[in-house]
């Protein structure tokens, strides 16, 4: 109520700040949880940390309510992770006027993972795991000793002088938890020692003037002093005489007073706290209140002294109002300082950001709203530039203001020719949600990917296809010009296809309407996550925005990309490894000449289908209309989608498939026999099926698969297996492959190009070829490891696993085995990978008292090392880049460091939550497409090099006439959608086809 708030306003005229406090507790109240191996340290143990309503020999005191609020907002920093152990509090360092701990990584101890509530007798207990450094083994140590330091309290608080009895004492308002440090000597002072408060003795300190200072002169206590003595009982909800009896004291005393102006403020003083009385549920009729002086008993005030009483009653109030929201405001400041969003951020990007809430804040509820705008204005600022050194670009984004989480959006202002689209999409979007899928509409991360996409592909290509199909300036031109569907696309989609089911109607008009041709475009691309990795290109190698040449004509035609490449000069301009003649060229002597070249590198596009059909019966029975089932309009948006999906899954493997090309190493004519023990060593046999493969290269594929082995079982259908030499020497140094394991083999790749006569030419780059057993037909491998056959390639004898440098065979083969190994010769080409590096991630061998979380620390320096590597001689292409599966993810995220790496200095920096880290200038980002490089790959890139074109749009054709197999015509609707593009990655090269600067390579996780 409005009284309280006035003794929390006098209380405040003594209020301080206190940083580098401690609140020591002894180190014998603990309970070890896991004495060894927990996860993430040494060992989890539980303990008391500090208490509530109790006076310490400090002379402070933590209410309940305010340490349980600054318990609250800690945990945020526990469930991260980021809360911290030292041994001993760290110094504090003055910025800006303001004090801060410093953070010292060599003192590290232990980590604070739970924090629980205040309990009933005030003790608040945390859980901590004891990490693997050097102090923290020390601590670990004593732990298990039973010699155990105390804990001590990092924080910071505001706080006022209070009396308790004849104490003065300071008392917490507001407390910011840092953390938890270890201290040798908490018992300095007893101030381990805790006295518990009374109920009397907690609710005295409601008010510093309960308890006047002595009165040894003993003259009449001061107005002041009486009168807060009556309301500090109010609040403390005293007993009823104490309230009359403090109340009388104080009218007497104000009756007795020579200033008339105040005397005569009497009864209206009476009358407000008789009122606040009865709000708090006081009897105020007994005992009666002490008479005014004769010549005030007439209560009759004048007007006049009626309208001054009140004035200066709402003058009061309004400023209690005003000191109370200035406490509360500052309270809501406070307690969002330890908010994930701004302890993420560099120190001095924190203080602006509150510094600017500070300004700006007019009410408590604007600070978290404050906080949002300031850092997404703030990142604005900082990501773009940062970006651009990087590679990225991104679009300008703006605060929505009818978005409450404050995320941000691209700023898009729909104009009036694409509504139609709009609506379609947004219907498109109600269908998701209401059939689910792995694409939610309402995530944040599909809203900024799908903003990104139309600002960088999508809007660009749908101003191309205008200018292709009318030769329009703008897309707005083309719409306008030839689409009657604009002031309303998804009513006129649903009564066209309405129009189809009933009579036949032919859909190329309406496809080729803008309005429906563009959202089917958005529906294409919106939702692929590829697209931010690759950059799009079209026509116009001469235009220096880079771009093909169509070298003949025609859709579907070879496009020809041209690359220049450079050629240093021979004798004086020599230069290798580390010699370099400096082009120091004697006078009178020839200038050696460098030269500049160009190669041509060919690329095809090729045709993407897929089609539907529906029976008439199917199309009336579900309805027709915009918002009923219309089930041709879901069956061409499914269509759609798969075609996204496509398009994804294609650009990530051509994105591996580049960096498995390069130096990759052929083996002809490789030859396993018994003879030559490559088939003993490397093979397995089983009739039945359902074979089992040894990876473990010191191992023969035979043999049975340990605990610590990597392995490998496949289906049903297969009964032989031969892992492929590859590197290996076919003895126990390395059965196959090396050490790490087996190499991968390179997928072969169909190369489309013209010869002297202008002729279009395809060759096979990489070819698998069995020419052992004879007439073998490949396959491929299934999700469940069984041989399948590839589309008009039927009856399948083998198949290449070729993540692991396998061969399998299924009975159709023809070979034979004994004693658990195949005993048919095996004659095979291939090339295999060795564009990689390696790190162990399965069953490593950890350094004793190492844990995983530590180990993996490793893989990032394995990240330096290979990015080092691709931007040194003679590669010269630095990465950017790195990309893997969500499953690939955990072994970056689980690491010890990776707090680091995850929240660079100022958050949301990448242009969608596909990133997630950030070391050494290359940005990393996961995905779930099914991609050839599974859950072992992390693809190392630069931003853009992979190129998507599209020569000829996803077009959506019929409806075609469908017949049974007697040729008669069925009542069935058959529709289809076809897309001629390209997806390539042009690097640049020399005449005889040598790649000069590799821009990818591999991390495979064994």
């Known amino acids: 109520m409005r009284l309280r708030s006035k003794v929390w306003q006098l209380a405040a005229d003594n209020a301080q700040e206190v940083i580098n406090d401690q609140a020591p507790v002894f180190g014998d109240d603990f309970e070890i949880l896991e004495a060894d191996a927990a996860k993430g340290g040494l060992m989890r143990i539980r303990q008391r940390a500090t208490r509530a309503d109790a006076r310490n020999k400090n002379r402070r005191i933590y209410p309940r309510e305010v340490l349980q609020l600054a318990i609250d907002t800690a945990r945020e920093h526990a469930a991260a992770g980021a809360?911290?152990?030292?041994?001993?509090?760290?110094?504090?360092?003055?910025?800006?006027?303001?004090?801060?701990?410093?953070?010292?990584?060599?003192?590290?101890?232990?980590?604070?993972?739970?924090?629980?509530?205040?309990?009933?007798?005030?003790?608040?207990?945390?859980?901590?795991?004891?990490?693997?450094?050097?102090?923290?083994?020390?601590?670990?140590?004593?732990?298990?000793?039973?010699?155990?330091?105390?804990?001590?309290?990092?924080?910071?608080?505001?706080?006022?002088?209070?009396?308790?009895?004849?104490?003065?004492?300071?008392?917490?308002?507001?407390?910011?938890?840092?953390?938890?440090?270890?201290?040798?000597?908490?018992?300095?002072d007893g101030t381990t020692d805790f006295e518990l408060l009374s109920d009397a003795d907690l609710a005295s300190l409601s008010d510093p003037f309960v308890s006047d200072p002595p009165n040894p002169t003993g003259k009449p206590m001061k107005l002041k002093a009486l009168r807060q003595a009556f309301l500090a009982l109010i609040v403390a909800q005293a007993a009823a005489d104490e309230v009359l009896t403090a109340r009388s004291n104080y009218h007497a005393a104000f009756t007795a007073a020579s200033d008339a102006d105040r005397a005569a403020e009497q009864p209206f003083l009476l009358q407000a706290d008789a009122t606040l009385m009865a709000t708090d549920g006081y009897d105020v009729t007994t005992p009666a209140p002490v008479a005014a002086p004769a010549a005030r008993q007439n209560n009759g005030l004048s007007a006049d002294e009626i309208e001054r009483f009140r004035r200066i009653a709402d003058r009061d109030q309004a400023r209690e109002a005003a000191e109370v929201n200035r406490l509360a405001l500052d309270s809501?400041?406070?307690?969002?300082?330890?908010?994930?969003?701004?302890?993420?951020?560099?120190?001095d990007q924190r203080e602006h950001v509150l510094g600017r809430v500070r300004t700006l804040a007019r009410i408590p509820e604007d600070v978290e709203r404050l906080v949002t705008d300031e850092i997404d204005s703030m990142n604005r600022l900082l990501s773009d530039e940062r970006l651009r050194g990087m590679g990225f670009v991104r679009g300008t984004t703006t605060i929505d203001p009818a978005n409450p989480t404050g995320q941000t959006r691209v700023t898009r202002e729909i104009p009036k020719w694409m509504e139609g689209v709009d609506r379609l999409n947004l219907a498109a979007d109600d269908y998701r949600r209401s059939v689910g899928g792995d694409v939610n509409p309402d995530d944040h991360a599909t809203q900024r990917r799908r903003a990104f996409n139309m600002e960088r592909f999508i809007n660009p290509l749908i101003e191309q296809v205008a200018q292709d199909r009318g030769q329009y300036r703008t897309a707005e031109e083309w719409f306008r010009a030839s689409d009657a569907l604009f002031t309303g696309g998804e009513q006129a989609f649903g009564d066209a296809i309405s129009g189809m089911a009933r009579d036949n109607t032919t859909t190329s008009q309406l496809f080729n309407q803008p309005t429906i041709m563009t959202f089917l475009l958005v529906q294409q691309f919106q939702d692929m996550k590829g697209l931010q990795f690759v950059s799009s290109f079209g026509p116009g190698a001469g235009s220096g925005a880079g771009g093909f040449e169509q070298a003949s004509g025609g859709i579907g035609s070879v496009l020809r990309i041209p690359v220049e490449y450079y050629t240093p000069p021979t004798g004086y301009g020599t230069f290798s490894g580390t010699y370099d003649a400096g082009l120091l060229t004697p006078e009178n002597t020839g200038i050696d000449e460098m030269t500049v070249q160009t190669a041509w590198l060919p690329f095809a596009p090729s045709w993407r289908r897929i089609a539907a059909s529906l029976t008439r019966d199917t199309v009336q029975a579900m309805g027709n209309?915009?918002?009923?089932?219309?089930?041709?309009?879901?069956?061409?948006?499914?269509?759609?989608?798969?075609?996204?999906?496509?398009?994804?899954?294609?650009?990530?493997?051509?994105?591996?498939?580049?960096?498995?090309?390069?130096?990759?190493?052929?083996?002809?004519?490789?030859?396993?026999?018994t003879g030559n023990n490559k088939l003993p060593n490397n093979s397995v046999y089983n009739g039945g099926g359902s074979i089992s493969v040894n990876l473990n290269t010191t191992k023969t594929a035979a043999t049975?698969?340990?605990?610590?082995?990597?392995?490998?079982?496949?289906?049903?259908?297969?009964?032989?297996?031969?892992?492929?030499?590859?590197?290996?020497?076919?003895?126990?140094?390395?059965?196959?492959?090396?050490?790490?394991?087996?190499?991968?083999?390179?997928?072969?790749?169909?190369?489309?190009?013209?010869?002297?006569?202008?002729?279009?030419?395809?060759?096979?780059?990489?070819?698998?070829?069995?020419?052992?057993?004879?007439?073998?037909?490949?396959?491929?491998?299934?999700?469940?490891?069984d041989i399948q056959a590839i589309p008009g390639v039927p009856n399948p004898t083998c198949a290449i696993d070729w993540e692991n440098g396998i061969l399998v065979f299924n009975a159709a083969s023809g070979i034979t085995g004994a004693a658990g190994v195949m005993t048919t010769t095996v004659t095979v080409t291939y090339a295999y990978?060795?564009?990689?590096?390696?790190?162990?991630?399965?069953?490593?061998?950890?350094?004793?008292?190492?844990?995983?979380?530590?180990?993996?620390?490793?893989?990032?320096?394995?990240?330096?090392?290979?990015?080092?590597?691709?931007?040194?001689?003679?590669?010269?292409?630095?990465?950017?880049?790195?990309?893997?599966?969500?499953?690939?993810?955990?072994?970056?995220?689980?690491?010890?460091?990776?707090?680091?790496?995850?929240?660079?200095?100022?958050?949301?920096?990448?242009?969608?939550?596909?990133?997630?880290?950030?070391?050494?200038?290359?940005?990393?980002?996961r995905h779930n497409s099914p991609w050839n490089g599974k859950d072992r790959r992390i693809l190392f890139t630069s931003l853009g090099t992979t190129k998507y074109g599209i020569d000829t749009p996803m077009e959506l054709r019929g409806p075609y006439p469908a017949y049974d197999t007697n040729g008669k015509i069925v009542a069935r609707d058959i529709y289809y959608a076809e897309e001629n593009s390209v997806i390539c990655t042009p690097q640049v090269q020399n005449q005889a086809g040598t790649v000069l600067n590799p821009v990818s390579r591999t991390v495979i996780l064994r």
């Open 704 to 785: 049975a698969i340990a605990a610590t082995d990597p392995g490998v079982t496949y289906g049903a259908t297969v009964v032989g297996a031969l892992r492929l030499l590859t590197r290996g020497s076919n003895t126990a140094a390395n059965y196959c492959g090396t050490a790490n394991g087996p190499d991968p083999i390179v997928r072969p790749r169909a190369v489309v190009d013209l010869n002297a006569a202008g002729q279009v030419t395809t060759t096979t780059k990489n070819p698998f070829t069995v020419t052992a057993p004879a007439a073998q037909v490949i396959g491929y491998l299934d999700a469940n490891g």
């Open 83 to 188: 809360m911290l152990c030292e041994m001993s509090h760290p110094e504090v360092a003055q910025v800006r006027g303001r004090d801060f701990y410093t953070h010292n990584p060599e003192r590290t101890t232990a980590r604070v993972d739970e924090i629980s509530d205040v309990a009933d007798d005030g003790w608040v207990y945390v859980t901590r795991t004891i990490l693997d450094t050097p102090e923290g083994r020390k601590l670990a140590a004593r732990y298990k000793a039973g010699r155990a330091p105390g804990i001590s309290t990092r924080f910071r608080m505001k706080a006022r002088q209070a009396r308790l009895g004849a104490d003065q004492v300071v008392v917490a308002e507001t407390m910011q938890i840092f953390t938890w440090d270890d201290v040798e000597n908490p018992a300095v």
């Open 332 to 347: 809501a400041i406070t307690a969002i300082e330890g908010h994930a969003s701004l302890t993420a951020l560099a120190q």
């Open 833 to 925: 990978a060795v564009n990689f590096d390696n790190f162990i991630v399965n069953n490593p061998n950890l350094a004793a008292g190492q844990s995983l979380e530590n180990y993996l620390n490793g893989l990032f320096l394995q990240f330096d090392r290979t990015a080092a590597l691709m931007g040194s001689a003679p590669r010269f292409k630095a990465p950017n880049l790195g990309i893997m599966s969500l499953n690939a993810a955990p072994n970056m995220t689980a690491a010890q460091i990776f707090y680091n790496y995850q929240s660079p200095k100022g958050t949301n920096l990448f242009p969608t939550d596909d990133y997630f880290a950030e070391r050494t200038g290359v940005a990393f980002a």
């Open 625 to 673: 209309g915009p918002l009923s089932y219309m089930a041709i309009a879901r069956s061409l948006l499914h269509m759609a989608m798969d075609k996204s999906r496509r398009i994804d899954k294609a650009i990530f493997d051509e994105m591996l498939a580049i960096s498995d090309e390069y130096t990759a190493v052929t083996a002809a004519g490789d030859s396993a026999t």
